[in-house]
């Protein structure tokens, strides 16, 4: 599933679509510290940059390239 090229904010359920997985994988993974927190909006509200994401992404694929060469 590839990211919105217009939307800028996304919810749980949105992030956990885009990595295939359920948005309480999503909570957990920030609760691990692994995933980047939501920025709250509001009590019960969270949304995730377009911008955060994207850095995950690169970040991610940065320590795959580099364990892939040690």
Do not use: C
């Amino acid at each position: 599933m590839k990211i919105s090229q217009t939307k800028m904010h996304f919810t749980d359920t949105e992030v956990g679509n885009y990595y295939s997985v359920s948005r309480h994988t999503i909570w957990r993974w920030v609760r691990e510290s692994k995933f980047p927190r939501g920025k709250k909006l509001s009590s019960g509200s969270t949304r995730w940059l377009k911008s955060d994401i994207e850095k995950f992404d690169q970040e991610v694929l940065r320590r795959n390239e580099t364990a892939l060469t040690e």
